[in-house]
């Protein structure tokens, strides 16, 4: 399991878990849906630096990107998040590869 180390912000909290080839992105915002908790500036880098070490690392383990879902919560940060990680492995993220997961 591949759990990418991500600086913490004072209203965000990154867990992007690698479980298989599927990936789980979370997130701890109450009422998170709205537009307004979406992702700061630092949190877009964030994510891009997260996806980014992500491919290293499934490039290191030898996993085709091709094989990677990505599963994330409904909440606006995380949707922000799973789409900018999905944008830099090259996932659509209007695809089959990337969906909200509710449980």
């Known amino acids: 399991m591949f759990v990418p180390q991500i600086p913490r ?5 990154f867990q992007p878990k690698v479980l298989t080839d599927d990936i789980l992105v979370r997130c701890r915002q109450e009422n998170g849906t709205k537009p307004e908790f979406g992702l700061a ?3 877009f880098e964030q994510a891009r630096a997260a ?3 992500l491919q290293k690392e499934l490039d290191e383990m030898g ?3 091709d094989s990677v879902k990505i599963r994330y919560s409904p909440f606006s940060r ?3 998040t799973a789409r900018v990680v ?3 492995l090259g ?3 209007e695809g ?3 969906k909200v997961s509710l449980g």
Not at 9 to 13: D, L
Request: with cysteine; glycine share 12%; charged share 15%.
């Open 86 to 88: 999905a944008g830099v």
């Open 41 to 43: 500036p630092p949190g």
């Open 9 to 13: 912000s004072k209203s965000y909290e």
């Open 63 to 65: 996993v085709p990107v």
């Open 91 to 93: 996932i659509p993220f």
């Open 78 to 80: 995380t949707t922000e």
């Open 96 to 98: 089959p590869s990337c």
């Open 51 to 53: 996806g980014e070490l």
